[in-house]
């Protein structure tokens, strides 16, 4: 109906053009310049030729609102056929199935921009509701098994109350309930690395790392891991208590996934031509495939399965999750590749603060 009504308003203006015009032939007879010409055919006055004019305007407006109603009830199914493509996908989606996509073909307009946002939103969707099922059924398992213990112990206590060792009982309720206990407050840290966004306050790389390189000399020392610490200057902005977890993750994940005896290497730099400032964390250990490697960022996911090797300090499969989400919130980039001789490469890259100078030297401290 816009189509029919602008299509006629267009001919109407034109038509008006044309009989204001013609308003300007002399109101007077018309006669042929050589009455012996005009073979006595009778020439039209100034007002029969105005009638004229508007009755065959008349007539033309009447097709042009006919053209532009037909016309415009094609070319608008034309047109918003892409958006019926789209709305259609939408209410697809609504209904929870992710996997229907657009895929729109043709010229690259409006539409084709719509179409190609609306499917990547979709993929970005159904990889975000994977991996929040992922983790919740691996929560769920990762609880349901010191909880599964707690209740057969205290079915056994209950079954045979006179036949039990109480103390070794208390002492096997507690181990499990603290496994439990601290398999939830690492969920709880993941879930507060989601939540929050990093706070803008200076905080050096270099600084954090020290930090978590003293904090877990001991445990280096009970698994014979000799970590090399070679700290320049990596100023950046963020929060420095999750920075600080970041590094003390990477430290010990470094330690307790090694060989004992194993080695170690914790590095930052400062990159001015990049800006950016880089932790860099090395160990020796076991052999991993890089399929393996690119997974182990995701929750629960361990090099060696659900289950530790033995001798190896138990995880939970958060440390690295945690990692990579305080990474993301402060804006940086994670990379977790295998070493050649085995082991694990991680690096975190973070932007540097403007206006920051060059970098410092190297420490070259040594951790034992």
Do not use: C
Request: aromatic share 4%.
């Amino acid at each position: 109906m816009s189509y029919a009504a602008f299509l006629v308003a267009a001919g109407f203006a034109t038509l008006l053009g044309v009989y204001l015009v013609l308003r300007y032939v002399p109101d007077y007879p018309l006669t042929a310049a050589n009455p012996a010409d005009a073979g006595g055919v009778a020439v039209a006055s100034r007002g029969e030729i105005l009638h004229q004019v508007v009755r065959v305007s008349g007539l033309l407006l009447a097709a042009l609102a006919l053209i532009g109603v037909t016309g415009g009830w094609f070319l608008a199914g034309w047109v918003l056929r892409p958006l019926q493509q789209i709305t259609e996908a939408a209410r697809i989606a609504a209904t929870g199935r992710l996997d229907h996509r657009i895929r729109l073909t043709g010229r690259d307009d409006e539409f084709r921009q719509v179409s190609d946002t609306f499917d990547h939103m979709l993929d970005r969707l159904r990889d975000a509701f994977a991996v929040q099922e992922r983790f919740a059924a691996n929560a769920s398992h990762e609880l349901r098994t010191p909880l599964a213990v707690t209740q057969i112990l205290l079915d056994v206590a209950r079954d045979d109350p006179d036949g039990q060792d109480y103390p070794n009982l208390v002492n096997r309720l507690s181990i499990t309930n603290a496994r439990a206990i601290r398999i939830t407050e690492a969920l709880l840290r993941l879930a507060d690395a989601n939540g929050i966004g990093a706070t803008a306050e200076p905080v050096d790389l270099a600084t954090v790392a020290r930090g978590a390189v003293a904090e877990n000399a001991a445990e280096a020392d009970r698994h014979r891991v000799t970590v090399d610490a070679r700290l320049a200057a990596a100023p950046t902005v963020g929060d420095g208590a999750l920075l600080a977890q970041l590094a003390t993750n990477l430290v010990q994940n470094a330690i307790r996934h090694n060989h004992s005896p194993g080695t170690a290497r914790v590095t930052t730099h400062l990159d001015p031509h990049r800006a950016t400032a880089t932790l860099r964390v090395e160990n020796t250990g076991a052999v991993y495939p890089a399929a393996v490697a690119a997974q182990l960022s995701e929750p629960f996911l361990r090099g060696s399965g659900r289950v530790s090797r033995p001798g190896q300090e138990k995880g939970y499969g958060l440390g690295l999750a945690l990692v990579a989400r305080i990474t993301q919130v402060h804006g940086g980039s994670l990379a977790i590749a295998p070493r050649p001789g085995g082991g694990l490469d991680i690096t975190v890259t973070l932007p540097q603060p403007a206006g920051q100078p060059g970098p410092g030297r190297a420490d070259g401290r040594r951790a034992p």
